[in-house]
């Protein structure tokens, strides 16, 4: 079974919806580089406080403090990767990592999805303040004002459209190189993101000969 996974595609893709469930199916730990960002800011830490400004911008952090983040997560064997690898320099790192461990990655997913329906999702995400839950206004809106968890649901600050255009453009300058890098190892599979997210889903059991749910 695949179990060391990289979920790959635009900001807004659904990278984060699909690879919570994804590491929920495969028993292994979902790692999001923007929540550990998000996380390190919110307690202050000195990679929160190196990181905020980058994120605030919609750029990407200095890969030495994003590979380190993530060196110290995959001690652990198992895994699906979100929002990391993002550019050729972090891909090389990760492969280093994993030889280091005598792993070398099983999958790399290319979510596919328009850049207008991209700009639709993120413009009405919103988050948990206490388990960051991801929403969505129109198509996965909280039962009532909160969160099932009680917490508050926020709009991320790199959710204003105009950092959501640089962070588009950053994604294509930076990380769509990445398409190529898998393609060449063998690793690459594009997966439809456009649909529900039930239907997604199961075009990622597909992709990877899980059973249908
Ligand atoms: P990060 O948090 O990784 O942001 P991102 O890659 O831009 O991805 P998003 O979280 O915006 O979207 P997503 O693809 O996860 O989609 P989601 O499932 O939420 O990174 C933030 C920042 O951190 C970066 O800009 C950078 O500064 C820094 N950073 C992170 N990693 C880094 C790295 N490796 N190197 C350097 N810097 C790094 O879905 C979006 C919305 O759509 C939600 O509202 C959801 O409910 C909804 N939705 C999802 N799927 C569907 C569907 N099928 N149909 C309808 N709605 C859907």
């Not at 900001?11 to 590491?23: F, N, S, V, W, Y």
């Not at 926020?154 to 959710?159: C, G, V």
């Not at 597909?206 to 749910?213: E, H, N, R, T, Y």
Request: charged share 30%; net charge neutral; hydrophobic share 35%.
């Amino acid at each position: 079974m695949k179990r060391r996974v990289v979920l790959l595609g635009p900001p807004g893709a659904g990278k984060g919806t699909q690879a919570a469930r994804l590491a929920t199916r495969l028993g292994v730990q979902h790692v999001s580089t923007g929540d550990l960002f998000r996380w390190h800011i919110s307690q202050d830490t000195s990679w929160g406080k190196k990181a905020r400004e980058y994120l605030e911008r919609g750029l990407l952090v200095p890969d030495e403090i994003t590979v380190a983040m993530v060196a110290e997560k995959l001690k652990e064997d198992g895994f699906v990767l979100d929002g990391f690898p993002r550019n050729l320099a972090q891909a090389r790192a990760l492969e280093d990592i994993l030889a280091s461990h005598g792993k070398e990655l099983d999958a790399a997913l290319l979510l596919e999805v328009p850049e207008e329906t991209v700009v639709e999702r993120l413009s009405g995400r919103r988050v948990c303040a206490r388990c960051g839950r991801n929403y969505h206004l129109k198509f996965q809106p909280p039962a009532g004002e909160r969160c099932s968890c009680g917490g508050e649901v926020y709009q991320r600050e790199d959710d204003r459209e105009e950092v959501v255009r640089r962070r588009l453009r950053v994604y294509r300058e930076e990380t769509a190189p990445l398409v190529g890098f898998y393609e060449s190892r063998g690793k690459l599979w594009r997966v439809d993101g456009v649909g529900d997210p039930e239907e997604v889903s199961a075009r990622i059991w597909a992709v990877l000969s899980l059973d249908p749910l």
